[in-house]
């Protein structure tokens, strides 16, 4: 029960720092434009292996398959694909190009999907509903800032 505790902690944690990342910030249309050919494919690999889990996650959450949940969250907390595979060249060309919202960003975006693994691990489907819907929120609220020239129909101003 300790161990829920603090990783509800990280989580609750994780969803303040995503949500002040979002305020104060300008848009940008296309951040995944601004980079080179070989870092923006590892970046809609990690993005694309994420919305899978997702969907994965959600089919099995509405099923009560605590297990699948627990297991597709634990693999978006641990898909820092970019991350694995850069040189230390791409990763300084990544700092220099990515703001650092977008960074504190996608770091509580695997901080909520811990949270969401040990929620499921607890069985308590209120909690893997309320911090699922915050990472969908979260990913819906960085494609408007940093990919609607990517995703032209989401709509900033209805955020």
Avoid: W
């Amino acid at each position: 029960m300790k161990t829920l505790a603090i990783t509800l902690a990280s989580a609750a944690m994780a969803t303040g720092a995503f949500m002040a990342a979002i305020a104060g910030q300008p848009a940008t249309t296309n951040i995944g434009a601004e980079l080179p050919p070989k870092l923006r494919g590892l970046l809609i690999q990690e993005m694309q292996e994420i919305q899978q889990a997702s969907q994965q996650i959600q089919a099995a959450m509405v099923q009560g398959q605590h297990e699948i949940v627990a297991e597709r969250a634990q693999a978006i907390h641990d898909s820092f694909i970019m991350e694995q595979q850069m040189t230390d060249e791409d990763e300084q060309i990544l700092h220099d190009t990515l703001p650092a919202a977008f960074v504190e960003r996608d770091q509580a975006l695997h901080e909520l999907s811990a949270g969401l693994a040990e929620a499921a691990r607890n069985e308590d489907t209120d909690e893997q509903t309320r911090l699922f819907s915050e990472l969908i929120n979260g990913c819906v609220d960085c494609h408007v800032k940093y990919a609607s020239g990517r995703f032209p129909g989401l709509d900033a101003a209805a955020r």
